[in-house]
């Protein structure tokens, strides 16, 4: 049984290369909601959006976000109403905000909404939000505190961040079934994401942390930092303002108190080295998926690599 922890782009990708390696019924995926908001009345989850879309195949390989070939009309006449148009939500992908704000308005949870959803899509792995609750992603920065669609999409994260907090989740549960899954795993991925505001939101909802330290499952994390620098977006900017190094050693320190591996870039083996001295386990592969294989072969990696007894695990790679 695998459990993934997971935000929205680099997690979808890694994802896509597991769910062809992985039997379905084996794999639950544990998803940041950190990201959600109401737009346009409706509620939209982001990060649940992207995993749903990428295992039912409908995924934007060009946007990595929102349905593939869809189109935008609704938005253009949101516009010509007077609306905000800065969050593209695609026609084919409102059907889905319009089902998921109708389910919870008829008094569903996120949870269920989600199960719903997935079933409608043919997906057959476990789909989960981290809570029932909602947890938000906010981003303090001089222009003031934003939500992270705001940062992130409107403002396209050009503003100078001084913290990240997450409202709400100390109130917050993690949705059923979250926590039996974290126990449960064999293995427990932390999928490429942004530490501060993909993960970091998941942990923050309590128990979960706490889960990972004492699962007995194995704890592998892929690192979303190759030499030295987010590989898309804002990681490396928060991570630093977060009191982190931006490095491999940043990631694993993030991670420190439940990870039993970290999963580094061939490019950073030198910082692996390093970083094997303070006792971390660390395997170097290839980990930058430009190409579909490129998913498929880091699932394998980092699988293989999390299941071999820990001392085959210090072994480096070589491309
Ligand atoms: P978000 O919710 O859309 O921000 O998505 P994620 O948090 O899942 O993904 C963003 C993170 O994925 C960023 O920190 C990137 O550095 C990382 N990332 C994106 N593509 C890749 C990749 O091909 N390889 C690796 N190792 N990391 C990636």
């Given at each position: ?139 303090l920065t001089p222009a003031?505190?934003l ?12 503003d100078?961040v ?158």
């Open positions: 049984m695998i459990t993934v922890l997971t935000g929205g782009t680099g997690g979808a990708k890694f994802v896509d290369g597991l769910r062809q390696i992985v039997r379905p019924e084996d794999l639950t995926i544990i998803v940041n909601t950190g990201d959600d908001l109401l737009w346009w009345g409706l509620y939209v989850s982001p990060d649940l959006d992207s995993i749903a879309y990428m295992l039912a195949g409908k995924l934007s390989q060009e946007r990595g976000w929102g349905v593939k070939s869809d189109t935008f009309f609704c938005l253009h006449a949101m516009g010509q109403l007077g609306q905000p148009t800065w969050f593209h939500a695609g026609d084919r992908d409102l059907a889905t905000h319009v089902f998921r704000s109708k389910l919870l308005a008829d008094g569903k949870t996120l949870s269920e909404a989600t199960a719903e959803i997935a079933s409608r899509l043919g997906i057959k792995a476990r789909v989960l939000p981290m809570s029932d609750s909602r947890v938000e992603t906010r981003v003031g505190d939500s992270f669609e705001e940062y992130f999409v409107q403002r396209w994260y050009q100078p001084e913290s990240v907090r997450f409202a709400g989740a100390s109130d917050a549960e993690p949705a059923p079934g979250v926590i039996e899954a974290i126990r449960s795993a064999d293995l427990v991925l932390l999928a490429p994401s942004n530490p501060v505001t993909s993960i970091a939101p998941i942990l923050a909802v309590p128990g979960i942390r706490e889960a990972l330290r004492e699962s007995r499952a194995r704890i592998a994390a892929v690192s979303p930092i190759v030499g030295g620098a987010a590989v898309t977006g804002p990681a490396g900017t928060l991570m630093a303002a977060q009191g982190f190094a931006v490095s491999i050693a940043g990631v694993a320190d993030f991670y420190q108190d439940f990870l039993d591996l970290l999963v580094v870039d061939s490019e950073d083996a030198p910082a692996a080295e390093e970083l094997r001295k303070t006792g971390m386990r660390v395997h170097c592969t290839p980990t930058i998926m430009r190409k579909y294989e490129d998913r498929i072969a880091l699932a394998k990696s980092a699988l293989d690599a999390a299941m071999q007894p820990p001392s085959a695990q210090d072994a480096v790679e070589r491309p």
